[in-house]
């Protein structure tokens, strides 16, 4: 199993719809989870942190379940801009350096 | 504000070759990182530091080595480049000292294309 699974996708959407992706991770001793976005070709960049509690910024949402070990991210009334792939990382506290492990990523498309 | 630079942002070689890549950071980071990126892969751990003079093996280590001579800087060598070693290679870095480390997120650099012919 690998330890940060995402369904790569992609995912085409309408201008104005609302997405929702998945992620699960199987180290259950992780604490800190994030979603980065990615755009072809450009380095990983950060979207989010993800509390316990979720959190909203503007448009998105994220949110965290320890108990089945998964994490998702909401995206409200998309844009053509949010067309990227979104990177589901964890940091499994093993091995110490705050090593991070990424997801292989979602595809998103967003079309008009 | 420039964050995480790498340089250069393209290079061709030969297999064979040797060449180092160059990251800096200006955001007084501890730690910092080498990754490469390749289709379906996802981003796979090279090296890392998490501090001046000291390095340690990631997920990938073999045939690169690194060098951490300076805070700032952290350098990743390709000692005989082979056509396996064909990828983007992404520098990050992160934790400021007063700040909890396993909350903190890595910030990247904009990636050098690298081509081993």
């Known amino acids: 199993r690998k330890e940060v699974e995402q369904d790569p996708g992609p995912f085409n959407v309408p201008e104005g719809a609302t997405v929702a992706f998945n992620c699960t991770y199987s180290?259950?001793?992780?604490?800190?989870f994030f979603w980065y976005r990615q755009d072809c070709r450009k380095e990983p960049k950060l979207l989010m942190s993800?509390?316990?509690s979720g959190n909203e910024d503007g448009r998105f949402t994220a949110q965290l379940n320890r108990a089945s070990q998964y994490i998702s991210l909401l995206i409200r009334d998309s844009k053509l801009s949010d067309s990227a792939t979104y990177l589901c990382?964890?940091?499994?506290?093993?091995?110490?350096?705050?090593?991070?492990?990424f997801g292989t990523g979602t595809q998103l498309k967003v079309e008009l | 504000n420039a964050g995480v630079t790498q340089t250069p942002k393209f290079r061709v070689l030969k297999t064979g070759q040797s060449m180092t890549l160059l990251c800096a950071q200006d955001?007084?980071?501890?730690?910092m990182y080498w990754y490469r990126q390749d289709p379906g892969m996802g981003l796979r751990l090279i090296h890392y530091?998490?501090?001046?003079?000291?390095?340690a093996k990631g997920e990938v280590p073999d045939g690169y080595n690194v060098s951490r001579l300076k805070k700032q800087n952290f350098l990743l060598g390709l000692e005989s480049a082979a056509p396996s070693q064909t990828s983007v290679y992404f520098c990050?870095?992160?934790?400021?000292?007063?700040?909890?480390?396993?909350?903190?997120?890595?910030?990247f650099g904009d990636g050098t294309r690298l081509s081993i012919l």
């Open positions: 990050a870095s992160s934790v400021h000292r007063d700040r909890v480390a396993s909350d903190q997120p890595q910030h």
């Open positions: 180290n259950s001793a992780s604490q800190s």
């Open positions: 993800v509390y316990s």
């Open positions: 990382v964890v940091n499994p506290l093993t091995g110490g350096g705050n090593k991070l492990t």
């Open positions: 955001m007084n980071h501890e730690y």
């Open positions: 530091s998490v501090g001046e003079g000291t390095t």
